[in-house]
């Protein structure tokens, strides 16, 4: 039995301001149709009532027409989260490899995110120079952008 990565879901408050976040932010590209999915047998599947959800997916860049996407849902009824923690338990963070982490913390800093710690370099042994910052966006997900100077991970 073989397995393909298909997408991640991040649940929104607002799926087109964040969708319009990841387009203009990192050159996301939303993949048509738009969802407007609702009915039994969305309740069945996700084991609520009267589950009501409105998104889009968006290719991530840098793999081409068939790469997988950011699968960016609204739920007409969804619980609200806690504050952004990098030691929290399950998915953590999404990832992007960037050019200049410094430019596009301000990048997303200008599109209403925000960092989360700081913006650090570091040498790590038989990889190469790392320089990375966890940053939010507007939503306060926590994302991660990422620089390597000889040889990336």
């Given at each position: 039995?073989?397995?393909?990565?298909?997408?991640?879901?991040?649940?929104?408050?607002?799926?087109?301001?964040?969708?319009?976040?990841?387009?203009?932010?990192?050159?996301?590209?939303?993949?048509?149709?738009?969802?407007?999915?609702?009915?039994?047998?969305?309740?069945?599947?996700?084991?609520?009532?009267?589950?009501?959800?409105?998104?889009?997916?968006?290719?991530?860049?840098?793999?081409?027409?068939?790469?997988?996407?950011?699968?960016?849902?609204?739920?007409?009824?969804?619980?609200?989260?806690?504050?952004?923690?990098?030691?929290?338990?399950?998915?953590?963070?999404?990832?992007?490899?960037?050019?200049?982490?410094?430019?596009?913390?301000?990048?997303?800093?200008?599109?209403?995110?925000?960092?989360?710690?700081?913006?650090?370099?570091?040498?790590?042994?038989?990889?190469?120079n790392l320089t990375f910052a966890y940053v939010l966006d507007p939503e306060s997900n926590i994302v991660e952008i990422q620089s390597w100077e000889s040889g990336k991970v």
């Amino acid at each position: 039995m073989q397995a393909r990565y298909v997408h991640t879901n991040l649940v929104a408050r607002d799926w087109q301001r964040l969708s319009a976040f990841y387009v203009h932010v990192f050159g996301c590209v939303p993949v048509p149709p738009e969802r407007h999915l609702s009915g039994e047998w969305l309740d069945r599947a996700t084991a609520l009532n009267s589950a009501h959800i409105d998104g889009v997916h968006l290719r991530l860049p840098g793999y081409g027409e068939d790469g997988p996407t950011l699968e960016v849902f609204q739920y007409s009824s969804a619980e609200a989260g806690g504050a952004p923690v990098a030691s929290r338990q399950g998915y953590g963070h999404l990832a992007f490899e960037v050019d200049d982490v410094v430019a596009m913390a301000d990048v997303v800093v200008r599109h209403g995110g925000g960092l989360l710690g700081e913006i650090v370099t570091r040498q790590i042994p038989g990889a190469g120079n790392l320089t990375f910052a966890y940053v939010l966006d507007p939503e306060s997900n926590i994302v991660e952008i990422q620089s390597w100077e000889s040889g990336k991970v």
